[in-house]
C-alpha cells in the first residue's frame, strides 16, 4: 500500500507563490503516473498536473499551463507542485495521486489513480 502525504499548502495573497509536497513511501513515482488534482467547495474534483517520468511526460491542465510546474526528487521519494501567480480561482484542497499500474494510464481521469493523499489546503486572497 503506497502512502502519499501532502504539505505546503496555505494562505497565500494573489500573485504569488506556493510549492506543495507530496512524500511517497515507495519508489513509484519514477515508473507510475503521479498526479495532481485539486477541489473547491461545491465543486468536482478536478486535474491539475501529472507526469510519467520515465516516458518523459509531463501533463498540466489549462487553466495552470505556464504557473504551475510538477517536478520530482527521486533521492527524497517526493513530488513537487511548483505554483505561481497563483489566482483567487487556485482557492481549494490540492490532493496527490499515484497509479497503481506502470503502463500508461490517461493522466487526467481520476479513475486511473489508486491512490490519494489526505490533501492540503490552499487559499489565495485577492
Known amino acids: 500500500q503506497v502512502q502519499l502525504v501532502e504539505s505546503g499548502g496555505g494562505l497565500v495573497q494573489a500573485g504569488g507563490s506556493l510549492r506543495l509536497s507530496c512524500a511517497a513511501s515507495?519508489?513509484?513515482?519514477?515508473?507510475?503516473?503521479m498526479g495532481w488534482f485539486r477541489q473547491a467547495p461545491g465543486k468536482e474534483r478536478e486535474f491539475v498536473a501529472a507526469?510519467?517520468?520515465?516516458?518523459?511526460?509531463?501533463y498540466y491542465a489549462d487553466s495552470v499551463k505556464g504557473r504551475f510546474t510538477i517536478s520530482g526528487d527521486n533521492a527524497k521519494i517526493t513530488v513537487y507542485l511548483q505554483m505561481n501567480s497563483l489566482k483567487p480561482e487556485d482557492t481549494a484542497v490540492y490532493y496527490c495521486?499515484?497509479?497503481?499500474?506502470?503502463?500508461?494510464?490517461?493522466?487526467?481521469?481520476?479513475?486511473?489513480?489508486?491512490?490519494w493523499g489526505q490533501g492540503t489546503q490552499v487559499t489565495v486572497s485577492s
Open positions: 495521486a499515484a497509479s497503481k499500474s506502470t503502463a500508461w494510464v490517461s493522466p487526467r481521469m481520476r479513475y486511473e489513480y489508486d491512490y
Open positions: 515507495e519508489r513509484t513515482f519514477r515508473t507510475n503516473t
Open positions: 507526469s510519467k517520468w520515465d516516458r518523459g511526460s509531463i
